[in-house]
C-alpha cells in the first residue's frame, strides 16, 4: 500500500533519497512514519522515524548526523535523505506507516506499524 523509490547500488560516500509515497490517497496526515531495513541475516531494525507532525523525529544511532528524515503530508510523501553511505548500510529498506491520534508520536518498533512498503534494495560498494 506503500510505493517506495530511490534505492539502487552506489559507492561507499554517496548520497540516496528515498521516497515513500501512498498511491492509495490514504491521507499521511494521521500516521507516523518509519523507515526501516533489514541486512542479510539480521533483524529487521528501525532507522528513523517521524511523527505526524513531523515535528519528533528519532534516528538510530548509527545514521545520526549522516540521515534525515522528512516528510510532506500535503504530498502524502515521506523521505529518507541519506548522505556518506557505508558499505554497512547496504540492506533492504522499507517504509512503514503507523496510525496514531498523538500528533508528536513516533514509534521505533516494527510491530507497531500497520503498514508497508514493498522494500528497496540499498546496495553501498567499496
Known amino acids: 500500500q506503500l510505493v517506495e523509490s530511490g534505492g539502487g547500488m552506489v559507492q561507499a560516500g554517496a548520497s540516496l533519497r528515498r521516497s515513500c509515497t501512498n498511491p492509495?490517497?490514504?491521507?499521511?496526515?494521521?500516521?507516523?512514519m518509519g523507515w526501516f531495513r533489514q541486512a542479510p541475516g539480521k533483524e529487521r531494525e528501525l532507522v528513523a522515524a517521524?511523527?505526524?507532525?513531523?515535528?519528533?523525529?528519532a534516528y538510530a544511532d548509527s545514521v545520526k548526523g549522516r540521515f534525515t528524515i522528512s516528510r510532506d503530508n500535503a504530498a502524502n510523501a515521506m523521505y529518507l535523505q541519506m548522505h556518506s553511505l557505508r558499505t554497512t548500510d547496504t540492506a533492504v529498506y522499507y517504509c512503514?506507516?503507523?496510525?496514531?491520534?498523538?500528533?508528536?508520536?513516533?514509534?521505533?518498533?516494527?510491530?507497531?506499524?500497520?503498514?508497508w512498503g514493498q522494500g528497496t534494495q540499498v546496495t553501498v560498494s567499496s
Open positions: 512503514a506507516a503507523a496510525a496514531t491520534f498523538n500528533g508528536d508520536e513516533y514509534f521505533d518498533t516494527a510491530a507497531r506499524y500497520n503498514y
Open positions: 492509495a490517497r490514504r491521507s499521511f496526515g494521521s500516521y507516523a
Open positions: 517521524i511523527s505526524w507532525s513531523g515535528g519528533s523525529t
